[in-house]
């Protein structure tokens, strides 16, 4: 997987798993798959029609993402 965070404020954060991509908005909470592949301008959302066990894996592979975010967020990486 490519962990991907877009704008770099961490407003969408994305994995690839080839050929799909997962991105979720952080603050609204919405959730987003598309086929790479037969899809390359990201323009039909496949959420709806994924595996709930796909969808599962996929929000998985955000979690080390979101931990680091959070880390940056809270200033925990330096001491004050």
């Not at 690839?16 to 086929?35: A, D, H, I, Q, S």
């Not at 039909?44 to 894996?57: H, M, P």
């Not at 993402?65 to 880390?71: D, G, H, K, P, V």
């Amino acid at each position: 997987p490519i962990p991907l965070i877009q704008p770099y404020n961490g407003i969408c954060i994305s994995v690839v798993t080839y050929p799909y991509k997962y991105m979720c908005r952080l603050k609204t909470g919405e959730e987003f798959v598309y086929n790479l592949e037969t899809d390359q301008s990201e323009d039909r959302n496949l959420v709806s029609q994924l595996e709930a066990i796909k969808l599962k894996a996929f929000r998985a592979e955000l979690k080390p993402i979101l931990l680091s975010q959070q880390t940056i967020i809270q200033n925990q990486l330096w001491h004050k």
